[in-house]
């Protein structure tokens, strides 16, 4: 089929599927018409058979279009299952176990334990893997959180890509209450601590104030608990 463009809420969608073509008009009548959920059900029985075109489809959207950056609260692809949930509690405390043993403790194929996954990355589910390393053994031995007040909260978009060139910035938040930011910082030492605090960290512009929280002993680091149905 050639490619047709269709007209939604002000954005032109090239389309070069009929799928793709029932995914617009199913949004675009359902919308205004029909309680949200019921509109996402249309959607994934429409899709279930090529979730291809509607990744594509649906990423261009929530790229260009306010109503769909707004929905993406809402879960557009299939829910997560008991399978799935299965699978995420076992890997979630194990990264590193062979999908064999997952499929074994799941009483699944070991190909649809892959196949779980995968979808479960494509969805946005699992969104990243990856080794916890102890950072006092590599010679950061201070663990800090620091509230910052910003002179405005707007401010918070330019603040985090300076923040960002500070390596030893490893979480940051745009919080509610007394600071208007939280970010968690290691340091070599208190005197490492000092410099990137006054020598970096508040000469971020629109930065006011910092308050500095030294961590004294982590007691708790876990995995979110999975319920079940």
């Given at each position: 089929?050639?490619?047709?463009?269709?007209?939604?809420?002000?954005?032109?969608?090239?389309?070069?599927?009929?799928?793709?073509?029932?995914?617009?008009?199913?949004?675009?009548?359902?919308?205004?018409?029909?309680?949200?959920?019921?509109?996402?059900?249309?959607?994934?029985?429409?899709?279930?058979?090529?979730?291809?075109?509607?990744?594509?489809?649906?990423?261009?959207?929530?790229?260009?279009?306010?109503?769909?950056?707004?929905?993406?609260?809402?879960?557009?692809?299939?829910?997560?299952?008991?399978?799935?949930?299965?699978?995420?509690?076992?890997?979630?405390?194990?990264?590193?176990?062979?999908?064999?043993?997952?499929?074994?403790?799941?009483?699944?194929?070991?190909?649809?334990?892959?196949?779980?996954?995968?979808?479960?990355?494509?969805?946005?589910?699992?969104?990243?893997?990856?080794?916890?390393?102890?950072?006092?053994?590599?010679?950061?031995?201070t663990c800090t959180f620091i509230g910052l007040?910003?002179?405005?909260?707007?401010?918070?978009?330019?603040?985090?890509?300076?923040?960002?060139?500070?390596?030893?910035?490893?979480?940051?938040?745009?919080?509610?209450?007394?600071?208007?930011?939280?970010?968690?910082?290691?340091?070599?030492?208190?005197?490492?601590?000092?410099?990137?605090?006054?020598?970096?960290?508040?000469?971020?512009?629109?930065?006011?104030?910092?308050?500095?929280?030294?961590?004294?002993?982590?007691?708790?680091?876990?995995?979110?608990?999975?319920?079940?149905?």
């Amino acid at each position: 089929m050639s490619p047709q463009k269709q007209w939604f809420m002000g954005q032109t969608i090239t389309c070069t599927q009929l799928t793709c073509t029932l995914i617009i008009k199913c949004i675009t009548i359902n919308i205004y018409e029909a309680p949200i959920h019921l509109t996402f059900n249309a959607l994934m029985k429409i899709t279930k058979k090529n979730r291809k075109i509607f990744t594509e489809i649906y990423s261009n959207l929530k790229k260009n279009c306010y109503i769909c950056k707004y929905l993406l609260k809402f879960d557009l692809m299939e829910k997560v299952d008991t399978l799935d949930k299965k699978i995420l509690e076992i890997i979630m405390n194990n990264a590193r176990i062979p999908s064999k043993d997952v499929a074994q403790v799941c009483g699944v194929s070991r190909a649809a334990v892959h196949q779980r996954i995968q979808r479960l990355i494509d969805d946005g589910v699992i969104i990243g893997s990856g080794y916890n390393v102890n950072p006092k053994l590599l010679g950061y031995s201070t663990c800090t959180f620091i509230g910052l007040t910003l002179e405005r909260g707007s401010m918070y978009r330019t603040v985090v890509p300076e923040l960002l060139k500070i390596k030893e910035v490893v979480e940051c938040h745009f919080t509610t209450g007394h600071y208007t930011m939280m970010i968690k910082v290691y340091a070599r030492d208190n005197e490492h601590l000092m410099s990137l605090v006054n020598d970096r960290i508040q000469h971020i512009e629109g930065v006011a104030a910092t308050e500095t929280l030294i961590s004294l002993e982590q007691s708790i680091s876990r995995t979110l608990p999975i319920y079940y149905e």
